[in-house]
């Protein structure tokens, strides 16, 4: 039996700066996969709103919490990016971990 882990990323962008946040987005969706992220999406709660939810999978908990950190961090050279486009900035971005079984 082998375990994964889906990591949830949450966060509201500050409208004005939607269009940016675009361009840096795709930067860190290219960044992803060398932290073994798989099945990337990236979604809005609804076309009004600039809430963003991304969603992935990892291969374990510790590429979880590493990964965590790194999204946090505001000196990444990639992630940091994100953090004048989140309103309340990288402190205010939302991670889970949820497991799943695989048999």
Known sequence: MKQNVQMIVQYEVKNTLFSQYQEVMSK???????????????????????????SFILPTESHYFALKKLRKSKKHNVFGRLDPFISGGLAKMDCWALKKQLY
Do not use: C, W
């Open 28 to 54: 860190v969706i290219n960044r992803l996969p060398y932290y073994d992220a798989a099945e990337i999406n990236i979604s809005h709660y609804n076309a009004d709103s600039y809430k963003i939810i991304e």
